[in-house]
């Protein structure tokens, strides 16, 4: 019996191979997932341009004296920034002029003729608004500085109009004594 149990050992070990098998190499674990890309984020939205700069009118009106008046002729001068009053001055002086007020009316017509007689009434859209000043002895140029009621561009701008140098009579505007056409500066 001993050959017998000695028989099925070896049949035992021939029927599983008879060699051990050799072990198992440990398989490398799957790679992880690439992480999933995450969206881009948005591009930050561009700055609004800039506002435009604010529009800007300039006119001039070269004021000649009136038959018979023995002042120098001045250039008077508009400047107006959109949504501010205009600014009136001068370039030049009227040399003659005696110390005094005097007021500068716009008028209807775009012309005066030789006594401003052709400068027609008051323009409406300004008939309200007063343009007076002082004039000293030693001034060399006109500052009114910025008057509401004037406007150099619109319906309403005095561009196309006469301007007319009064003398005062009892505070209101009296006798012309320069006048010239506004015309654009631009």
Do not use: R
Request: proline share 11%.
């Amino acid at each position: 019996m001993k050959h017998t149990t000695i028989l099925i050992s070896i049949l035992a070990i021939a029927a599983c191979g008879g060699k051990k098998s050799a072990p198992v190499a440990p398989q490398e674990p799957e790679p992880a997932p690439a992480p999933v890309a995450e969206a881009p984020a948005p591009a930050p939205e561009p700055e609004p341009a800039p506002p435009p700069p604010p529009k800007a009118w300039k006119a001039t009106a070269e004021l000649t004296p009136v038959k018979g008046q023995k002042i120098k002729a001045a250039t008077v001068t508009f400047a107006q920034t959109e949504g501010a009053p205009v600014a009136i001055g001068s370039t030049g002086w009227f040399e003659g002029i005696k110390s005094g007020k005097y007021h500068l009316v716009i008028h209807e017509s775009a012309d005066c003729g030789v006594n401003a007689a052709k400068a027609g009434k008051p323009f409406a859209a300004t008939a309200t608004t007063e343009i007076g000043f002082i004039a000293a002895k030693g001034m060399d140029a006109l500052d009114v500085g910025t008057v509401e009621g004037v406007s150099l561009d619109g319906d309403s701008t005095i561009v196309g109009h006469t301007l007319v140098l009064h003398d005062d009579k009892k505070g209101k505007p009296g006798k012309a004594l320069a006048c010239g056409p506004i015309a654009s500066a631009e």
